[in-house]
């Protein structure tokens, strides 16, 4: 069984960074593509920055220039970093990947940004 755990999360003031990781486990032939969600109380889950199998990053608006999505092929694991952080970037932040053609969700990890 594929498993995606998530971890990194935490308070933070304004300005401030933090770094989250995205570990997979299980019997893992192909990872196509790797994306970072959050979902604020009382909104929907966006789409905040994804990496694919070669490479390639893409990031919503709001976080662009602040945040940077990359991946340890090695150790089977995806990071966000985040710079910068507004309170708007509050969140719960979760981590979805196509792995052997089907799409997996971690539990998801608190980010807080309060001065």
């Known amino acids: 069984q594929v498993q995606l755990m998530e971890s990194g999360g935490g308070l933070v003031q304004p300005g401030g960074s933090l770094r989250l990781s995205c570990a997979a486990s299980?019997?893992?032939?192909?990872?196509?593509?790797t994306g970072w969600y959050r979902q604020a109380p009382g909104k929907v889950r966006e789409l905040v920055a994804r990496?694919?199998?070669?490479?390639?990053?893409n990031y919503d608006d709001s976080v662009k220039g602040r945040f940077t999505i990359s991946r340890d092929n090695a150790k089977n694991t995806v990071y966000l970093q985040m710079n910068d952080l507004k309170p708007e970037d509050s969140a719960v932040y979760y981590c979805?990947?196509?792995?052997?053609?089907?799409?997996?969700w971690g539990q998801g990890t608190q980010v807080t940004v309060s001065s």
């Open positions: 979805w990947s196509l792995v052997n053609a089907r799409g997996y």
């Open positions: 990496i694919n199998g070669g490479g390639a990053t």
């Open positions: 299980g019997s893992i032939a192909s990872v196509v593509i």
